[in-house]
């Protein structure tokens, strides 16, 4: 059985970009707005190897910021960023490998 989130590993990852989405144009292409407005993409290493994931996220968070990523010590490339926003919002999602 493969581990659970509270088995995971907690890191720090590194913010690499942080890009605007419009969400007029996500209501064009998807019929809905975003309610994530920018694409955050991040760096993260795990057993000396480095992964990268992506999220969205409602608030902007600057390039080479530091954020929390917990990695299943099996798969490595699978990971949960958990964000505390200012009106309680998490974030999670899956990676992959670099």
Not at 68 to 87: H, I, K, R, T, W
Request: with cysteine; hydrophobic share 40%; glycine share 6%.
């Amino acid at each position: 059985m493969p581990p659970s989130p509270p088995d995971w590993i907690t890191t720090q990852a590194t913010v690499t970009t942080c890009r605007f989405q419009s969400s007029a144009l996500s209501a064009m292409a998807f019929g809905v707005p975003l309610e994530q407005k920018f694409l955050i993409t991040f760096d993260y290493y795990a057993h000396a190897r480095l992964y990268s994931g992506h999220i969205g996220s409602p608030v902007a968070i600057p390039q080479d910021s530091q954020i929390p990523v917990a990695y299943n010590p099996l798969a490595c490339e699978s990971f949960m960023v958990l964000l505390a926003g200012q009106d309680g919002i998490k974030l999670t999602a899956d990676g992959y490998n670099k």
